[in-house]
């Protein structure tokens, strides 16, 4: 049995059974399918057939924070420390998020979605109220003005931009993004994001996911949501910063 | 021949604009009538749109045909007499399906449920299984059908078990008295901010609900997203005793203390009561 340990995103030739420090995985052949298992520590294990093929490679990237049992598409940032915005200023720094790690089988025409770990912990929360609110992949961050560091296959470092158009000083707690339009790139040992919130008074913010900047090494990753041409990537902040 | 003779050109072409109007007219109602089953295909099942359907196009006929017989001079007067004179034998006779029809037009339109949804309904509990022009259809938690005259429901007051997003779970546990409420307290809030399903915003609480004569009720209180819900609630009570215990808090039964101000007279009591 061939066995790979991973330790990067990236991609990596079919074989037998992979291993990290997190999660491992195999595929055993037998007839005309592939036994799929995989092992999250901690967590859930899982097991299931898929079509054989001539598969090549396994890509092993970084993608949205999308949790199937409860697929939601926002996320609830909460900073460790509120950020007081004064009016009419601007702030950049650095957070981070959460990432699934997606296992794709490539053979030399497409590459196909085998499955979607989950590496940091799965917390959910409401913003707004319980009528017209959202649910939201929540995750709990502190904001720097240096780059944090990330942990491989958990989290993502994310650039953000904040800027407060209001003329009243703001107290910024928590953003909500809509990661159906992230940009996740990555190289082997990082995944990068940008995003910017312009908060236009105190109940009212727009964010939105940008492109990241210094991309020199970095590859894109393959979109979970299909993206939504006709719709704004652009998520209202109504109910409270 | 006389007939025949009376037929001027500018009837026949009278004849063929009505014809003609009829036509276009009966296409743009069909045309009009895909457009508000389009708007409600995911709102009223398929069966009562098409009723709704058939519904428009008769309503649509039978106008056409009063419009174009007074046109061309017909004397309705009767026909109208006879109909008002009908309409009222019917009109009492189809009270409560006229009423329950109306009922029907306004739980479509206002919407306080959808097909699918858990509601709770004038003592009934279950999922909407269709909502029809005349009664709406709720299949149980216990598999049941019912039907629900939509007069009834209407005028009910429902209670939208799914609409909101989020919902509360409430439990109450008792401790022991000589346990510790705030490392009580510290396990609970710990255990909940583990499970995935239960809301980190608004955040869970945990407080004293009453000194019970046998324990120190506890009352924890958090929140799951609608969908997670049924199941978030049944599974975790059972859990957080178990981590309650394991972490030497204890769950006590009920307990009575009887205090014995004169051992003797209780001893002689004791004895009688055993002979």
Redesign the interface.
Known sequence: MQKLFLSKYGIYPFLDSYESDKFSFSFLKENNSLCYTRKVVGGESKTFWIPFDEYKNVIIQPSEPL?S??P?TRL?L?LDEPLSMFPDSFLAGFITVPLTVAIFLENSKKQQLVDLLHIS???????GN??????CR?W?TKFSLVPIETTIFETALMELEIENVSSSAILVS?LIFDFAYIKIFYNENIAKIKGRAKIQSETYCETEFLEPSELNGFNQSIDLIPTKLLSSSKYLMTNGL | MKFFDSITTEKVVEILIVLVLFFVLLVIIKLLSKRIRFILRDKVSFQTLSVLNRFIIWIFIILYIFVILSYFGINLTGLLALGGFASIIIGFATQKVVGNSIAGLFLIFERPIKLGQSVRIADVSGFVEEIRFLSTIIRSFEGEFIRIPNEQVFTSIIINLTENVARRVDYIIGIHYSNDFSKAREIILNFLNYQKFVLSAPAPEVFVEKFSSSSVDIHIRFWAPTEKWYETKNNLLPIIRTELENNGINIPYPQMEIKIHNLKDFNKFSNEQDS
Do not use: R, S
Request: charged share 30%.
């Open positions: 949790v049992d409860l939601k609830y909460e912990p799965i917390k959910f929360a409401l913003y319980p009528h017209n609110g959202d649910i929540y709990k928590k």
